[in-house]
């Protein structure tokens, strides 16, 4: 039997040592790298679709349920988008060794920033393949080493990538240690990982609940995490409904199983009656069940009585909670009691009630007449996203280039000495 503990101890060695290779690489061969593993994705498509095959047929012979198999499918689409996602990394500036902030003190000195990176970074994620491609090429252009320990049901299609990524690596003349992929699928190989403090710096969980909660609490790293989804959209009274429709249908319909659907539905009282017919009647077509408050009930005789759990549920299914609101600051005091900071939209022709969502919604995204579906690094142009934070330190929201560093206080003297 393989032990673990060493397995993992190696890969914390392999990553401190890659990491001050990579800390000092220069933005040509990052790039490059990037850029070469963009190009062998789209190179060795046959090969990914064949391993995500794979992975699929042994995730349904396990009764995965729909939500993560949506998550682990691959397709071509997905494919180029991985692809594209790397070219978009390489295309940003690089964060590294830029200085900000200088200033000079009374002393003579000059005070200032430096942007560097983290230094080992352990992701661990259920699934989606397409994670361990943006996470290598966010920690490579940030710097970084990282160790990716993804879900034993996508383990065929990141080995697959691993390969490819490795192959882009010594193609830079970088350590193909700087992006590891934990090869073992013994859950023991997460405990391990989490508490690899002297070589990891921090730890990202991207999955389910049960997963961030076990990490969050048993992690002797700091952890970027977010644990629910709950996002909620909020039809003003002087909402244009067209877009109303539009917006909810995309938010919630386009997909069920992703952080930023749309899982609460708010619309103000003086307009409920109006538009909830027309917003109902769009949801059924897409098949999903409303479960309403006492007032949506009346509106609408077919929603299920919401309860009190249903408004803090992220469904990650064809469900939405539905609730009447007075106005939009009972709409802001809603969503800031039930919402997981993640992700809320407000629908609205009022420029006033826009503003004041933006400013009073204690989430880590905030939008206006768009869909939750937008909270995403790549929509949002970092090129892809290693997770959503909605702690409030260190990143908040989707964690692209910056997120994955940190700064630190440069001096610039002449021979000066403190008096």
Avoid at 131 to 151: E, F, H, M, P, Q
Avoid at 175 to 198: F, H, M, N, W, Y
Avoid at 244 to 264: D, F, H, M, P
Wanted: negative net charge; hydrophobic residues 40%; aromatic residues 4%.
């Amino acid at each position: 039997m393989m032990d673990i503990k060493a397995y993992m101890q190696n890969m914390g060695k392999e990553a401190r040592a890659a990491s001050r290779l990579m800390a000092r690489a220069d933005t040509v061969t990052k790039n490059l790298a990037l850029t070469t593993i963009a190009q062998a994705i789209r190179r060795d498509k046959a090969e990914l679709l064949a391993a995500n095959k794979a992975d699929m047929e042994a995730a349904r012979a396990n009764g995965l349920e729909a939500a993560m198999l949506d998550r682990l499918t691959l397709t071509e689409k997905s494919i180029a988008t991985m692809a594209e996602g790397l070219e978009q990394i390489a295309a940003l500036a690089d964060p590294i060794g830029e200085i900000s902030d200088m200033k000079y003190r009374p002393s003579g000195i000059q005070v200032g920033k430096m942007r560097v990176p983290l230094g080992v970074i352990g992701i661990i994620y259920e699934a989606r393949p397409n994670v361990t491609v943006d996470a290598a090429g966010l920690c490579i252009k940030s710097g970084n080493a990282t160790i990716l320990r993804g879900g034993s049901e996508a383990i065929q299609c990141n080995r697959a990538l691993a390969k490819i990524v490795h192959e882009g690596l010594s193609a830079a003349g970088l350590p193909s240690s700087a992006v590891q992929v934990v090869e073992t699928t013994d859950r023991a190989a997460v405990g391990e990982l989490i508490t690899l403090k002297q070589y990891v710096d921090v730890i990202v969980p991207r999955g389910g609940k049960s997963l961030i909660e076990r990490v969050s609490k048993e992690a002797t790293i700091p952890v970027i995490k977010h644990l629910d989804g709950n996002c909620h959209v909020y039809v003003d009274e002087d909402a244009d409904f067209a877009k109303a429709v539009r917006i909810l249908e995309n938010s919630k319909a386009q997909r069920l199983g992703t952080c930023n659907t749309a899982e609460s539905l708010l619309v103000a009282r003086s307009v409920a009656a109006e538009v909830l017919p027309t917003l109902a009647a769009m949801l059924t077509k897409n098949g999903i069940e409303i479960r309403g408050c006492a007032e949506t009930q009346v509106i609408l005789p077919e929603a299920k009585p919401a309860t009190e759990e249903d408004h803090y549920t992220e469904y990650l299914d064809a469900i939405i909670s539905v609730k009447v609101v007075a106005d939009v600051d009972e709409a802001i005091t809603h969503i800031n009691q039930y919402s997981s900071q993640h992700t809320e939209a407000i629908v609205t022709e009022n420029y006033t009630h826009a503003r004041k969502f933006l400013r009073e919604v204690d989430s880590s995204s905030v939008i206006v007449n768009a869909s939750t579906r937008f909270a995403d690094g790549f929509e949002y142009g970092l090129g892809a996203e290693i997770g959503i934070s909605t702690d409030k330190l260190h990143a908040r929201g989707p964690v692209g280039l910056d997120g994955l560093t940190s700064l630190k206080y440069i001096v610039l003297g002449d021979g000066q000495v403190r008096a």
